[in-house]
């Protein structure tokens, strides 16, 4: 092997150029001086120089190009490291997206947030949740929780009766919406739902929660007499009623025994409020009560004139003697003075003069005096239900006569008085004679007309005086015994 005096690589002895240098093999050696000496040691050194500088001129372009590959490296590093984690973030998110957009991961969220009393933020992600799935039973009666938590009981109200419509077997919403509707007093709302569910172990959990309606008795229909209504209720609760046909409630009367109605058309209305404030439906019972009119009432005596006669017995200065006269004909065995009014068995009589008698005129116990003066007397029948019936009344017109004495009556006036008035035998259980004159009693002289004029106008005005004092007299006497 030769060794290339230009850059000192090693080659073949053949070879006559080095291969790494170019430089020409020198055949013939030459000679060895001290100038070619130092001429060549100064060649080598420039050599070694050269040779270093290429060296670290490679080395640097090594170092360059390393440094350069490292860059490259490192950018490459960045850029993959980038690219991959973009990946990931783009996978992330799109993993949270994808998360944050399924039902599962919203109504989690609810959950938490409703756990911890943060309702706002609970009802956020149950909206959230429920526009994925807006008929998950799960999110429809967490949302109905939060509403409730929220004292927003109508929008909980709301969702409740949605998921039921869908699920009529879903207990806990029954449970919740039940509670709900018993806090707003919704009676009528609690009574239409049970009254629709068709599951029997809620219709038998909330059975004291549909109280049935009351009884009211007796039934509905046309009644001659007075009816006495009354009203009875299987729940344990309080009764309300209504007789003008409104609607009652917990304001209207309170039932607390049989109560009767009037004459006329009445309907009654009842409802009964549970211990639990729960109402009842409405119980209704229509009444037609016509009354039957009682009859006109039979007076006695009839109408007519009646005169009550005061005298003095003869050969008596005490007693005092009474007699009646009448128009009307029959007065035997008759009080005449006195009206009387037949009352049949259950009926009460009211009665009055000159006006027609009401229930708080007087009542009739005993024959009534007759008033001096022309009066019409009016007396009515009332019933044991309380309805009067027709009027009746007659016309007296009474007056009471005291005569005057008469000297020595002849028959013929003794006839005519006779004539004139018919006693009855007792008046007020007094003993009633007639004065009778004697036959015998003949005048010895026919008096003058103008005696006879004077003396029969003083027995008149003296007649009339003593009547009006006895007709005053009478007057209070009948109306004393009336108005007892």
């Not at 209504?242 to 009445?266: I, R, V």
């Not at 006195?338 to 068995?345: A, Q």
Request: contains cysteine.
């Amino acid at each position: 092997m030769r060794t290339c005096t230009n850059c000192g690589a090693q080659f073949p002895d053949d070879e006559l150029i080095c291969p790494v240098c170019g430089h020409e093999v020198q055949l013939v050696p030459d000679y060895v001086t001290i100038e070619s000496k130092i001429q060549e040691d100064k060649k080598r050194k420039e050599d070694e120089a050269q040779r270093r500088r290429e060296e670290q001129a490679r080395e640097q372009a090594i170092q360059k190009r390393k440094q350069q590959i490292r860059r490259k490296i490192i950018l490459l590093v960045v850029l993959i490291a980038a690219a991959a984690a973009a990946i990931i973030i783009t996978a992330v998110s799109l993993h949270l997206r994808r998360q944050s957009s399924s039902f599962s991961y919203q109504y989690e969220k609810a959950q938490n947030a409703y756990e911890i009393g943060d309702y706002q933020d609970a009802l956020s992600y149950i909206t959230d949740a429920l526009k994925i799935e807006a008929n998950n039973e799960e999110g429809l009666y967490l949302e109905a929780e939060i509403y409730a938590a929220l004292d927003r009981n109508s929008d909980a109200e709301t969702v409740l009766e949605k998921l039921i419509a869908g699920n009529g077997n879903h207990t806990k919403a029954y449970d919740l919406l039940i509670k709900l509707y018993t806090e707003d007093k919704n009676s009528d709302a609690i009574r239409t739902l049970l009254k629709n569910c068709k599951n029997k172990d809620v219709l038998a959990k909330y059975k004291d929660y549909l109280p049935a309606a009351p009884s009211i008795s007796p039934d509905s229909g046309t009644y001659n007499s007075i009816q006495s209504v009354t009203i009875t209720s299987s729940a344990d609760g309080t009764i309300y009623y209504t007789t003008d046909d409104s609607t009652p409630d917990s304001s209207s009367s309170k039932y607390t025994g049989s109560f009767s109605l009037k004459e006329g058309t009445t309907t009654v209305k009842a409802i009964v409020v549970t211990d639990k404030g729960l109402t009842s439906e409405v119980a209704s019972q229509e009444f037609s009560i016509e009354l039957d009119t009682p009859a006109a009432p039979k007076i006695t005596p009839e109408s007519g004139t009646y005169t009550h006669i005061k005298g003095k017995t003869a050969g008596s200065g005490s007693s005092s003697s009474e007699s009646v006269s009448s128009s009307s004909g029959d007065t035997s065995d008759t009080d005449i003075t006195h009206i009387t009014v037949t009352v049949p068995d259950g009926y009460t009589c009211y009665y009055a003069f000159d006006q027609t008698p009401t229930k708080s005129s007087n009542k009739y116990t005993k024959p009534v005096s007759m008033r001096q003066g022309e009066h019409i007397f009016y007396a009515v029948l009332c019933s044991r239900d309380g309805k009067l019936g027709k009027v009746a009344s007659a016309t007296y017109v009474y007056s009471v006569v005291t005569p005057t004495a008469t000297p020595t009556p002849t028959a013929t006036l003794t006839q005519e008085a006779s004539n004139t008035y018919n006693p009855v035998s007792t008046y007020n259980s007094e003993t009633v004679s007639t004065p009778t004159p004697t036959a015998a009693a003949t005048p010895t002289a026919a008096p003058t007309p103008d005696s006879s004029s004077s003396s029969s106008s003083s027995n008149t005005e003296s007649g009339e005086q003593n009547g009006a004092e006895s007709s005053e007299k009478e007057s209070g006497k009948s109306d004393s015994e009336s108005s007892n």
